[in-house]
């Protein structure tokens, strides 16, 4: 069984950074798309950052850009998210998805392309 697990969320103000990491175990990352998603309450969730695994290109949602980084360690089988200049807009339970093959760049953010998904991790940014 796929497991995909986040890590590295929490409590920061306005401003502070944090970075969240997604493992998989019994899987590996290669030739996928995987890409961060936030769900805030009350809220649909929404595509925040991805990468294909193949090649590191990178692509974000315009909230972020700028301030988020995401990038992948192939040797630790993980990916990360660098959120720098955190706003309280961010504060989500954010998640991992991970789709083994590169999605389509229309479809990066759509909830279906994806088939693997972690529990996620809180993150709050207060003011």
């Known amino acids: 069984q796929v497991l995909l697990v986040e890590s590295g969320g929490g409590s920061v103000q306005a401003g502070g950074s944090l970075r969240l990491s997604c493992a998989a175990s019994r899987y590996t990352f290669s030739r996928n798309s995987v890409t961060w998603f936030r769900q805030a309450p009350g809220k649909e969730r929404e595509g925040v950052a991805g990468?294909?695994?193949?090649?590191?290109?990178?692509y974000y949602a315009d909230s972020v850009k700028g301030r988020f980084t995401i990038s992948q360690d192939n040797a630790k089988n993980t990916v990360y998210l660098q959120m720098d200049r955190l706003k309280p807009e961010d504060t989500a339970m954010y998640y991992c998805?991970?789709?083994?093959?590169?999605?389509?760049?229309?479809?990066?953010?759509?909830?279906?392309?994806?088939?693997?998904w972690g529990q996620g991790t809180q993150v709050t940014v207060s003011s």
């Open positions: 990468i294909y695994t193949t090649g590191g290109s990178t």
């Open positions: 998805a991970a789709a083994p093959y590169p999605v389509f760049s229309w479809d990066r953010f759509r909830l279906q392309e994806y088939s693997y």
